[in-house]
T-cell receptor
């Protein structure tokens, strides 16, 4: 079965600092990988996705993620944090043959002024 | 603006009430999902409909009853709920993975409080 692990349930960064949210997946075959963001009392919004076209994926709001097969990782980064980036972030994986999504446990990002 | 619409946004009900949550999408997606989410937790899959047929039921108690009247609509009927059922209920839709990447499109959610 697919799974993802998000290291760090809570990350705090200063405004303007680098954001790094970690995600590792377990799969013998490269899956499809996603990062979602959830603001308070809202649904999940897709930030970016990896579908094997390119290992460096750019998403919305200045976020990007790099797929590293050797490390089974798909970490999310943003060069400079904004206050508006404070939210819950979920990494997710799905296989190429099924409709099952598997979410990580989430990382709550706090941005300090 | 989200392309998956959920109503109502907020619902308060007693344990003896019967209510329904509704979800609608017009993206032509053929898979629709109900998730339950507790605060600071990832969404938990409840049901999946694929081509209007129930394909996954994650051992959800019978007090939750899903319905998919057509390819655009998804309902969740609620009856005799417990206070621990209070949560954010999220609807999502996608194309089947074999046709594209199968990313999920979420609605804004229905915040349910059971008294």
């Amino acid at each position: 079965a697919q799974s993802v692990t998000q290291l760090g349930s809570h990350v705090s960064v200063s405004e303007g600092a680098l954001v790094l949210l970690r995600c590792n997946y377990s799969s013998s075959v490269p899956p499809y990988l996603f990062w979602y963001v959830q603001y308070p009392n809202q649904g999940l919004q897709l930030l970016l996705k990896y579908t094997s076209a390119a290992t460096l994926v750019k998403g919305i709001n200045g976020f990007e993620a790099e797929f590293k097969k050797s490390e089974t990782s798909f970490h999310l980064t943003k060069p400079s944090a904004h206050m508006s980036d404070a939210a819950e972030y979920f990494c997710a994986v799905t296989s190429r043959t099924g409709n099952q999504f598997y979410f990580g446990t989430g990382t709550s990002l706090t941005v300090i002024p | 603006d989200t392309e998956v619409t959920q109503t109502p946004k907020h619902l308060v009900m007693g344990m003896t009430n019967k209510k329904s949550l509704k979800c609608e999408q017009h993206m032509g997606h053929r898979a629709m999902y109900w998730y339950k989410q507790k605060a600071k937790k990832p969404p938990e899959l409840m049901f999946v409909y694929s081509y209007e047929k129930l394909s996954i039921n994650e051992s959800v108690p019978s007090r939750f009853s899903p319905e998919c009247p057509n390819s655009s609509l998804l309902n969740l009927h609620l009856h005799a709920l417990q206070p621990e059922d209070s949560a954010l209920y999220l609807c999502a839709s996608s194309q089947p993975v074999v046709r594209n990447t199968g990313e999920l499109f979420f609605g804004e959610g229905s915040r349910l409080t059971v008294l």
